[in-house]
């Protein structure tokens, strides 16, 4: 392992963004003063009355939700997205804006109130995956929808606002930011190399062995070189695929292991309900030829160096760029102790 990046200050260049994000081993060992957050050690029931995810309960929209025995998907009463937005420009010199329709749906991961994914065993959080899958397709299929964004808040350190166990998917007629920014970088490799990105880049993490967590027949765990959270992991197929509906029964499986594997270390890290927020990157529903993609799911946790010790994103991220103390093969290391 080079010992100039364990050390000294510098900066990794995030290959699936095209930015840079500054590393600082060196600040690892400054003393804390800063806020220090209270973990939860709320026990929480099975089934919550006053809930409005729990199965059998009604949500402030007036619905009620079905005694559901498994994951159960709805459209969002709160939607950030409207599916019937009117179609318009607004283009004024530098005042620009445009109209963006789109439809957002809740995921219930289970009827257990109490467990998060890290709880719940490999067969149920591999019919979350299904359903990720059957929303991806349906989602997809729609008129105007070229892009679906799932993706899982865990943690009121991460804004969620209900502790049901739950995800979103928010689907829109273009793509976001972030996921053009890895289409573009994809592409130009796969036009210049006729192969994936992420593919070749896998292949020479699992060479290296410096920053994998956790590996089956399938899939990878590891914290990407560029990691710009303390404990930020990324769980891809090892085999190119574009999007979650191209596996098949047993790479499910071995998905929702991957997920079961991750979630469960980070609890054990810092002997808490590890925050975070994971996503799934993966090809637009666009109609359109995306072989270049490699889909991938990130994990993206705040703590720092306890369960009550929280990563701000401030001064110098918010006016320079990212910037992390713990080097990447640190935390590698760190969560896969807790395997």
């Given at each position: ?319 320079g760029s990212p910037q992390r103390d713990i080097t990447a093969e640190g935390a590698a290391s760190r969560i896969k102790n807790c395997i």
């Amino acid at each position: 392992m080079n010992t100039e990046l364990q050390d000294y200050s510098h900066k990794r260049f995030n290959i699936l963004t095209g930015e840079w994000v500054l590393v600082s081993p060196h600040r690892a060992k400054r003393p804390w003063q800063g806020q220090e957050e209270t973990p939860s050690t709320e026990k929480r029931p099975t089934h919550d009355e006053s809930c409005y995810l729990c199965a059998g309960n009604t949500r402030i929209s007036g619905d009620v939700n079905p005694n559901y025995t498994g994951p159960f998907v709805f459209t969002n009463d709160f939607a950030a997205l409207q599916k019937d937005s009117p179609d318009f420009n607004f283009n004024d010199g530098l005042f620009k804006a445009e109209s963006e329709k789109g439809i957002c749906r809740v995921i219930c991961f289970s009827p257990d109130h109490s467990k998060s994914l890290a709880e719940m065993s490999v067969p149920n959080i591999q019919k979350v995956v299904d359903t990720w899958i059957k929303e991806y397709k349906n989602l997809g299929n729609n008129e105007g929808i070229n892009y679906v964004q799932i993706f899982e808040n865990k943690g009121a350190v991460m804004g969620c606002s209900n502790p049901h166990p739950h995800g979103q998917i928010w689907s829109q007629s273009s793509l976001p930011n972030e996921v053009q920014k890895k289409d573009t970088q994809q592409k130009n490799y796969f036009t210049e190399n006729k192969s994936s990105l992420l593919e070749t880049y896998i292949e020479e993490e699992l060479n290296k062995d410096e920053r994998i967590i956790f590996k089956n027949d399938d899939f990878v765990v590891f914290v990407p070189f560029w990691a710009i959270w303390p404990f930020e992991a990324m769980i891809a197929p090892i085999n190119q695929q574009s999007s979650i509906s191209e596996m098949n029964a047993n790479q499910q499986k071995n998905y929702a292991e991957a997920i079961s594997v991750l979630t469960k270390a980070y609890d054990k890290l810092f002997n808490c309900s590890f925050p975070y927020s994971s996503g799934i990157h993966q090809a637009p529903t666009n109609n359109e030829n995306n072989d270049h993609w490699h889909w991938h799911m990130s994990f993206y946790p705040p703590l720092l160096r306890s369960a009550t010790v929280k990563k701000f994103m401030v001064g110098y991220e918010m006016f320079g760029s990212p910037q992390r103390d713990i080097t990447a093969e640190g935390a590698a290391s760190r969560i896969k102790n807790c395997i």
